[in-house]
């Protein structure tokens, strides 16, 4: 996507976007090559920047050999074009409105010297993929097709974005596969049947099982852990997806810190709130030093009524010390019920 980045896709997009200078673009498509080749490793594929091509192709020839194939009267009745002429305060530019043809190129480019038939993007990109299909049919004479996938969406329809909060991201830099696990743990129940079609690689008979199974009880969340671990494992791969699920249990279920290795231990400092401390303080202060108490008299409470937990033991004593024992490679656990949580470090 190195050139058609240049310009970008305007679809869905009520203002004109803002142009992303060469190196940017450049950076942004090393990164997708990277990912791509970690997500298809072991597979026969080769990757291409239409930079190399698109970069070469000057205005007299995109006019004669593109825009010809094109009229404005159907480029006007796609949605996001005619919302923009319409609207007098943003409208639409020169360059925003040829952006399909500057794709439906590249897929003359790809059939052309690759004997590339098939163009796949998310549901959003049908209108200019399509646009690819008849333009190369014009040309060349030959049947070329586009295959276009439901963008993911949470219960209410609204769709996982950059620009969305609580975005994810492939990228462990962006999102961790800690975090990444914990995001398809959380998932609504009502979203798991799609989820489990669409983020993973089971068949239809096991995803039928897993929800089957889940139905039973929900509270278990049996389908929302085979999505999480199904969902990492693709994406960061196994060994990733078996840390995040160990660290998971150790937070919010009955896992132990000293069954983690120090790659694990690193993910759970960095997957929940710390705060550093030092031996001989007592649990009341340390209730408060980790902001699960607002005060000491509230954590004199949380203790009277049972609901803190050190290294997964109860603690009821207002008296009680930490000390050297409680800390696993320097670490400690210290909840509150079940959700709030802080790992302790040892100064």
Same mark, same amino acid.
């Given at each position: 996507?190195?050139?058609?980045?240049?310009?970008?896709?305007?679809?869905?997009?009520?203002?004109?976007?803002?142009?992303?200078?060469?190196?940017?673009?450049?950076?942004?498509?090393?990164?997708?090559?990277?990912?791509?080749?970690?997500?298809?490793?072991?597979?026969?594929?080769?990757?291409?920047?239409?930079?190399?091509?698109?970069?070469?192709?000057?205005?007299?020839?995109?006019?004669?050999?593109?825009?010809?194939?094109?009229?404005?009267?159907?480029?006007?009745?796609?949605?996001?074009? !005619?919302?923009?002429?319409?609207?007098?305060?943003?409208?639409?530019?020169?360059?925003?409105?040829?952006?399909?043809?500057?794709?439906?190129?590249?897929?003359?480019?790809?059939?052309?010297?690759?004997?590339?038939?098939?163009?796949?993007?998310?549901?959003?990109?049908?209108?200019?993929?399509?646009?690819?299909?008849?333009?190369?049919?014009?040309?060349?004479?030959?049947?070329?097709?586009?295959?276009?996938?439901?963008?993911?969406?949470?219960?209410?329809? !609204?769709?996982?974005?950059?620009?969305?909060?609580?975005?994810?991201?492939?990228?462990?830099?962006?999102?961790?596969?800690?975090?990444?696990?914990?995001?398809?743990?959380?998932?609504?129940?009502?979203?798991?049947?799609?989820?489990?079609?669409?983020?993973?690689?089971?068949?239809?008979?096991?995803?039928?099982? #897993?929800?089957?199974?889940?139905?039973?009880?929900?509270?278990?969340?049996?389908?929302?852990?085979?999505?999480?671990?199904?969902?990492?494992?693709?994406?960061?791969?196994?060994?990733?997806?078996? !840390?995040?699920?160990?660290?998971?249990?150790?937070?919010?279920?009955?896992?132990?810190?000293?069954?983690?290795?120090?790659?694990?231990?690193?993910?759970?400092?960095?997957?929940?709130?710390?705060?550093?401390?030092?031996?001989?303080?007592?649990?009341?202060?340390?209730?408060?030093?980790?902001?699960?108490?607002?005060?000491?008299?509230?954590?004199?409470?949380?203790? #009277?009524?049972?609901?803190?937990?050190?290294?997964?033991?109860?603690?009821?004593?207002?008296?009680?010390?930490?000390?050297?024992?409680?800390?696993?490679?320097?670490?400690?656990?210290? !909840?509150?019920?079940?959700?709030?949580?802080?790992?302790?470090?040892?100064?």
């Amino acid at each position: 996507g190195g050139g058609t980045g240049m310009i970008g896709d305007p679809g869905g997009k009520t203002a004109e976007r803002v142009l992303l200078d060469a190196e940017t673009v450049a950076r942004n498509a090393e990164a997708i090559a990277t990912q791509a080749s970690t997500l298809f490793a072991g597979a026969d594929f080769t990757l291409l920047n239409n930079a190399d091509w698109l970069s070469q192709l000057n205005m007299i020839e995109f006019l004669r050999e593109v825009g010809k194939h094109f009229t404005v009267n159907v480029l006007l009745q796609r949605d996001f074009i !005619k919302d923009r002429v319409k609207d007098p305060e943003h409208g639409i530019s020169y360059t925003e409105f040829s952006y399909a043809l500057l794709q439906a190129y590249d897929y003359l480019h790809l059939h052309r010297e690759y004997g590339c038939d098939l163009q796949i993007g998310g549901s959003d990109q049908w209108g200019n993929i399509v646009s690819g299909v008849d333009f190369i049919r014009r040309k060349t004479g030959n049947t070329v097709h586009a295959f276009t996938w439901p963008l993911l969406t949470d219960k209410a329809g !609204k769709k996982f974005g950059k620009s969305e909060s609580g975005a994810i991201w492939l990228d462990p830099a962006k999102t961790s596969p800690f975090a990444f696990y914990q995001f398809w743990l959380n998932a609504e129940d009502e979203s798991l049947g799609e989820y489990l079609l669409k983020m993973t690689m089971l068949s239809k008979t096991e995803i039928g099982a #897993a929800l089957e199974l889940h139905k039973r009880d929900p509270k278990e969340r049996h389908g929302q852990q085979l999505l999480a671990r199904e969902a990492t494992t693709l994406v960061h791969g196994a060994e990733e997806a078996a !840390k995040a699920e160990q660290v998971s249990q150790v937070l919010f279920g009955e896992g132990t810190l000293e069954g983690l290795d120090a790659d694990a231990l690193q993910m759970l400092k960095a997957g929940a709130p710390s705060r550093e401390i030092q031996t001989g303080t007592g649990i009341v202060d340390a209730l408060v030093v980790a902001r699960l108490a607002s005060s000491k008299r509230e954590a004199r409470q949380f203790l #009277a009524d049972e609901s803190v937990l050190l290294n997964g033991d109860p603690i009821t004593d207002p008296s009680e010390t930490l000390g050297s024992d409680d800390f696993y490679n320097g670490l400690a656990l210290l !909840k509150r019920g079940k959700r709030n949580i802080c790992v302790l470090i040892l100064k």
